[in-house]
């Protein structure tokens, strides 16, 4: 059933709407995969290097939220305003998954890796999501 609804809906297969998810395992990492995307037309990178560069900006800045990204009051600092803008794009166009536009998981692990203490839950999930979607973690 959900082939045949994304296939007719979307013309596509499961296949080509496998979800990618990305997290950084420290700023400096997040700092990397934004340089490394700064330099080129956003649309011209390939889904997993946009993917990369966009969880970094929500690992970066949790703070921001990509619905209202053009306001004046959103806080996106201006070169930031294009990553969502690509990223609205790509959402739009059928490129890009809900859990791609929002990168949630980056945003929580951001925010994690700022704390000083860490509940044992927190540490668990913060693990799981590095094992599952990022690089290794030192902890």
């Known amino acids: 059933m959900i082939f045949l609804l994304a296939n007719v809906v979307f013309g596509r297969s ?4 496998k979800t990618i998810a990305y997290i950084p395992n420290s700023s400096r990492s997040a700092g990397r995969e934004l340089r490394l995307s700064l330099g080129h ?11 990369r560069a966009w969880s970094a900006v ?30 609205w794009r790509r959402a739009d166009a059928g490129e890009l998954a809900d859990g791609e536009l929002y990168c949630s998981d980056a ?11 860490h509940e044992p839950d927190e540490m668990e999930r913060r693990l799981a999501l590095a094992a ?4 290794l973690l030192s902890v």
């Open 58 to 87: 929500a690992y970066l800045f949790p703070g921001l939220h990509s619905d209202g990204f053009e306001d004046a009051d959103s806080g996106w600092p201006p070169i930031l305003k294009r990553f969502a803008a690509e990223a």
């Open 41 to 51: 037309p956003l649309h011209q990178l390939p889904h997993e290097q946009f993917i």
């Open 14 to 17: 499961l296949v080509d709407m």
């Open 132 to 135: 599952d979607y990022g690089e």
């Open 107 to 117: 945003q929580w692990c951001g925010l994690y890796d700022r704390m000083h203490t």
